[in-house]
């Protein structure tokens, strides 16, 4: 039998595949194909699609691990209560805890009233016709209110009848007052967002803030809050909307400037209480819960009530204290808690 010749363009391919990775019968053509360059090709990508995908899938049940053990976390807190009362507030725009007293503030009926902190017993009911910003006492036991139209007054706690009148001169209108454990007193004028300092005559020592875009610059200058080392909170309500907290050392430098991710709603009930070692608790009051976080601005978590349901925040309207560790919560009654420790 004559031999069949090889076409020599088919030398090194039979049928398109290479004839060194197959078996050939030079008369039938190509008997076996056990691994060509397209199969290997193939499996390359099959295993690369799979690593990726088994990679993917590891990484994102990692994050959500992560998150839910932070959701876990943040959900196992519960404050302790220590006690409660009823109020007497017809209306209530905001709290403050000065001294043993609390300061109830209703703007818009130009009340404040005071009562014992830890009984709730009502020690006075005061009326401002033309309204009335904020009110506090000093260390030793003065009383002064920001009003509308009259500066600030000063009044004696024995008859709260007034004995000074202090409106200084280029620095107001003021919208919103505090007071340190100096006995210095910070303001702010809504018009300017300028923050100024005053010492207990009300003599103006610095000033600090402003308009601006910048780490201590305002768009609208809110509420303000002494820390437990002279540091001040303030209030800023964005552009975009939102809020922003930015402290300052008691000199009026500024050490940190972040927003509020968790609290969506913001109004003049918004409050804030700073408690001994810096953290913010601020009164979310669409949900019903206060917000807790450390001075550089992380979110600590959230509460709404005990962990037994025996007293529940059905409507956070304002929350003070911190300082002295008690948190003072204002709802359908007041809640005292003690304050959070996240470090356990």
Known sequence: MAKRKRNPSAKNKVNGVNSKNALVDLNNGPILEPESNLNKNNNGIIKKVLITFFAVFLAFNIVELFVFMGKAMHKDKYPALVGTWPHNYKGCTSIGEYGDMIYAVDNTRGDVYINNKTTGKAVRVLNFKEGVCSALQDSKGFVYVLTRNSGILK??????????????????????????????????????????????????????????????????????????????YAMNF????????????????????????????????????????????????????????????KFLGSFSGTEDKTFMIQYAASVTGGKNGLIYVFTYNIGIFKNMDYTK
């Open 155 to 232: 009044l004696d706690p024995k008859n709260y009848s007034v004995i000074a009148k202090y409106n200084p001169e280029n620095s107001g209108p003021f919208s919103w007052m505090d007071i340190d454990s100096g006995d210095n007193f910070f303001l702010v004028n809504p018009t300017s967002d300028i923050i100024y300092k005053f010492d207990n005559n009300f003599k103006k020592t610095i000033s600090f803030g402003g308009q601006g875009d910048g780490p201590d610059g305002f768009f609208n200058a809110g509420k303000i809050f002494t820390g437990p080392d002279g540091e001040l």
């Open 238 to 297: 964005m552009k975009k909307g939102g809020l922003e907290i930015k402290i300052f050392s008691s000199g009026g430098k500024i050490l940190e400037n972040w927003p509020v991710k968790e609290i969506k709603n913001f109004d003049s009930l918004t409050n804030m209480a700073v408690a001994s070692n810096g953290d913010a608790y601020i009164n979310d009051t669409q949900k019903s819960r206060i917000c807790v976080f450390n001075m550089k601005g």
